[in-house]
């Protein structure tokens, strides 16, 4: 199994969405851990897409069609919702950051225990998290 790219990945200012592609075409292609399925289309994925005002099925239906990542965002932009430059801004920070003394920040706790990285003083957002269970951090 293949592991999806980093969540800090990047494309034209759009954080997250390289991975999101990423876990669609590893889906598609019978690469993904079983451990994904589950999450597909929700959480960060979910956040992303509502983010980009498209629906996960439409989005994944692009990439499944062979659409690279630039491509599959041309696509969510010509039929999403239209965003400021600052808005993907704040969208950017929103994501680097979810998890740090915010809404999510117990459920980071628990995450870190139940996968015996309590004592990982890096780990302080959900995508630090993601980085060090893949092993990039």
């Known amino acids: 199994m293949t592991l999806p790219c980093s969540p800090r990945n990047e494309i034209d200012g759009i954080v997250y969405l ?19 399925h589950a999450n597909l289309g929700r959480g960060m994925d979910l956040w992303t897409c509502q983010f980009l005002g498209v629906d996960y099925e ?10 690279s990542d ?5 696509w969510a932009r010509e039929n999403g919702t239209q965003r400021p430059e600052h808005e993907a801004t704040w969208w950017k920070c929103y994501m680097l950051t979810r998890g740090f003394r915010d809404d999510l920040a117990e459920r980071l706790i628990a995450r870190k225990q139940e996968s ?11 995508m630090d998290y993601i980085d060090a269970d893949e092993g990039r951090l």
Do not use: N, W
């Not at 630039?70 to 041309?74: H, M, P, S, T, Y």
């Not at 015996?116 to 959900?126: A, H, L, S, Y």
């Open 58 to 67: 439409a989005l994944a239906e692009v990439v499944r069609s062979g659409a």
């Open 18 to 36: 390289p991975r999101l592609c990423d876990k669609i075409r590893l889906h598609t292609a019978g690469q993904l851990d079983p451990d994904y």
């Open 116 to 126: 015996g990285m309590e004592d990982r003083t890096e780990i302080q957002t959900f």
């Open 70 to 74: 630039a491509e599959a965002l041309d």
